[in-house]
């Protein structure tokens, strides 16, 4: 039994480093085209295209694009923020606005949800199949119980946690993306959790892009502490208390039953 034990781990460690030998590659080309693609955006300056001076200064030419060619400029705007999500590049918050200037409060809305849900999974996945090991590996070495220990408290009650992550914008969106992954996060809850959670946040900024144009001319910024209002962070937050109730009941049933 003893000889067996020790052929079976030898054989499941000499698997994991092949595995990781497998992966290293990947590892590789994914570090280089994020590292190629953020100099890309800093070199050539794009982040100014992502920004309040690159909306006002390009609003007419966005809106002529959707009247001429609008289903061409959906699939570009929705290719720019997909990437922008993956590779975490600032300027999401103008991409959003950008998003409900061009297509409205709803179907703006809409484009931007799936967006931003599809880029989100992108990340996810990298991380988790390309990064994740790696870097679990190292924080295993330090945290490896405590680690376990968070990981089963958290993926226990993970669609609860998830939405109240994506409702109320704690930490920023892609330190969720990489966070969900490295703690296993099953792939279905984050995919849902993520969709339905920047639902309404998601349409608030879309609406204050859909009424952005006269403030672009007036030369005036956008009031961006509309999300701090009561009437809209009083609704979000109590979605997140409710979306807390499971977690809230098994701990009440729990502590009745022992």
Known sequence: MGA??????????????????????????????????????FVFDLGALISYQGLAENE????????????VTILAYMAVYIAAVVFSLPGALWLSLAGGLMFGTWQGGVIIVVSATIGASGLF??????????LRA????????????????????????MLILRLLPIFPFFIVNLGAALVGVRFPVFLLTTFFGIMPGTFVFASIGNGISVLL??????????????????????????????????????????
């Open 125 to 134: 996945v990298a991380a988790r199949y390309i990064i994740g090991d790696a």
């Open 138 to 161: 190292r924080v295993s070495t330090k945290w490896g119980a405590a680690l376990q220990k968070f990981e089963a408290a958290f993926n226990r009650d993970a669609w609860s946690y």
């Open 4 to 41: 067996s034990g020790g052929a079976g781990t030898i054989n499941k460690n000499t698997t994991q480093q092949a595995a990781s030998k497998c992966n290293t590659p990947k590892r590789l080309a994914l570090i280089f085209l994020f590292a190629a693609l953020l100099t890309a955006f």
């Open 217 to 258: 001319q007036a030369g005036e910024r956008p009031d961006l502490s509309v999300m701090r209002d009561p009437q809209i962070l009083g609704p979000l937050v109590a979605l997140a208390l409710l979306s807390l109730a499971p977690v809230i009941w098994r701990r009440v049933k729990g502590e009745k039953n022992g």
């Open 60 to 71: 007419a030419a966005l809106k002529r694009a959707v009247a001429d060619y609008r289903l």
